[in-house]
C-alpha cells in the first residue's frame, strides 16, 4: 500500500511539472516571443515601403535621402551630391515628411504689426536710504 501511494503522488508530480514548463513556455512566448515577431513584421514592412524622396534613419544614426531603391539595396543622399548605397535592412526608420505650414489670416495680421517694447518702470521709492547718512 506504501509504495502504491508513493507511485501515485510521482505520478501526479511528473504532471506538475509539465504542466508548469507548459505554463512557463506560454508566458515567455506572449511577454518575448510575439513582440519581437510583430516588431520584425513592422520594420519589414516599413522596408517594403521605401520609395524615393523619403526621408530615413539608418541604423547606425545616418540621415539621408532615398534616391533609388533595388530589391536589398538601397541608395541614399546624405548630403548634396553624396550618394551612399546601404542595404535595405539597415534602414531603421522613416522620417515623417513635415507639412507646409500655412498661415492663416489672424496670424499673418498679427506678424505684420511692429512690436513695440516699453522701457521698464523703475520704482525711486525703494532706494536704498541708508546711504545718505
Known sequence: MVQA???G???GSG?????FLLLLFGVVYFLMIRPQQKRRR???QMQNTL???DEIVTIGGLHGTVVTI???VATLEVAPGVVV???RPAIAR???KAEPVVETEEEAEVEDEPVIEEPPVVDDTTADKSKKD
Open 9 to 11: 503522488g510521482a505520478g
Open 85 to 87: 548605397t546601404f542595404a
Open 51 to 53: 520609395g524615393p524622396g
Open 94 to 96: 522613416v522620417l515623417p
Open 5 to 7: 501511494a508513493a507511485e
Open 70 to 72: 533595388d530589391s536589398d
Open 42 to 44: 513592422e520594420a519589414t
Open 15 to 19: 504532471f506538475t511539472t509539465i504542466l
